[in-house]
């Protein structure tokens, strides 16, 4: 067998090198070692799982042991495919597996670990396939290797980050079908209160801090305020043309006072219960109305000289 140089270009059509295309017929030896590779996929798995549980990438009760053994089997396989067919760009097991971790709520930073760790092991098990006298196959294909690997990671990326986005919207359609309701009941009855305090997640008896932006503020509000609106436990509602965000809040010091403190708005720092929240709004707007423009964060007990 003849050393082909690494720079040798790949037919993505066929996963083979100019020379056995000219013969007429696909590399053998790589799909040779390919194929002792896909007989070794239990032992891909198994190692694949081992590590995966010493590094603790996933919580196993947001992943199943299950869902793990499916997924590092058709990884393999998959990638087995890809790099049998050449075809480097199909969305096949990856786009799933992408969708799945999203909805797992497995960080893309820990699902980038594991797929690491796929390709890591992967690459492991060729090598010692191809020991010592076929080492010249993999260099043959290690372009194509690169492809299918990158290929798959795009995929797998792209599938988790538009399944995220799905998800924030569709929470923040649901969480503002409730702050409707918080604002706009003629009247707050126990059943309701707790049916919108389990639907945005928090207590109906916690304590809250509120920040209310008028809604000509928005050139501001774009800088500082729009990357607290992607925070999970920051509600935001916009109410009588003003914006208001709230959020649980029981620790004796706040960070909103200096994260927010040249956006022209009004603060209060406590709101006893989800019930109080609404008519703290309406008072601060009130308030409001008798106080000169907002040049900067505003405490309430600032505002009372003005509607005393």
Known sequence: MTDTPATTPIDASTGASPDAKTAGSPDTAWLTLLDEMQLRAPEFVDRFLAELREQALYDPESVPPGDLERAAEETVLMFIDRLRTGQITRADSAEPLGRRRARQGVPLERLMQAIRL???IMWQILLDIAHPDRTDVLVRHVEQ???VVDAYVADVQQAFLREVAILQRDSRLVTEQH?????NAQRLTPTLLDAVAAGIGVGP????????LPGDSSEVRGSKVDPWLAKPNVFAYMYRGWLMLFRPHD???STWPKEFAPVPSIYVDAVDGLDRVPGAARAL??????APPLHAL?????LWVFGA
């Not at 702050?179 to 604002?183: D, H, M, Q």
């Not at 707007?285 to 008798?290: P, Q």
């Open 118 to 120: 796929d390709l890591r």
């Open 145 to 147: 290797l690169i492809a």
């Open 179 to 183: 702050l409707s309701k918080l604002f």
């Open 205 to 212: 008896k916690e304590r809250f801090e509120m920040l209310m």
């Open 251 to 253: 620790a004796p010091l």
């Open 285 to 290: 707007i009130d308030l409001h109305a008798s």
């Open 298 to 302: 505003t405490y309430v007990e600032d």
